[in-house]
């Protein structure tokens, strides 16, 4: 699976507004600013977000982003499928419409299995877990394996 610049810079804006839930709508510059992302590329993410019910906009002196519902309501998952589409897809096509013969036949309930295991932690973990600093132990736990450090 690769995380792609587009959902990363997405969770970090997220959290952004997530940290700052109680004080109001913050600017698209502020929120480029502070996570170093690329102020037109944000505001096209922030479009993404905004269709997909994540976040809502607010003109004027003192409009900017919000999210559009609590933080502990909106899964990281949420915010990754808003501006990328599915969370695993092979050559852009989700597992289950996929088909294999012959000795590439398992090859479909492995991608289904490394499908349910990124939903599992990403649909697990709400951007007030992370905002908080507090990743739920399912995720947590997988992260004091140090071979989960070291790439292969």
Do not use: C
């Not at 959902?7 to 510059?29: C, H, I, Q, S, T």
């Not at 590329?41 to 003192?62: C, K, T």
């Not at 899964?75 to 012959?102: C, H, I, M, N």
């Not at 132990?137 to 790439?151: G, K, M, R, Y």
Request: proline share 8%; aromatic share 4%.
């Amino acid at each position: 699976m690769r995380i792609s610049a587009r959902a990363d810079y997405a969770v970090r804006a997220a959290l952004v507004l997530a940290a700052g839930e109680r004080d109001g709508p913050v600017k698209a510059e502020a929120i480029a600013e502070a996570q170093e992302i690329p102020h037109k590329f944000l505001e096209g993410i922030l479009n993404d977000m905004r269709r997909g019910g994540l976040v809502v906009s607010q003109r004027g002196v003192n409009g900017g982003y919000r999210l559009a519902r609590p933080a502990a309501e909106i899964s990281v998952a949420d915010v990754v499928r808003a501006v990328d589409g599915p969370l695993v897809s092979v050559r852009g096509v989700r597992p289950p419409e996929l088909s294999y013969s012959g000795p590439a036949e398992p090859l479909l309930p492995l991608w289904i299995a490394l499908r349910a295991n990124v939903r599992r932690i990403l649909e697990g973990v709400s951007l007030a877990d992370v905002a908080s600093g507090r990743l739920p132990e399912s995720a947590h736990a997988l992260t004091e394996d140090p071979a989960a450090w070291s790439n292969p």
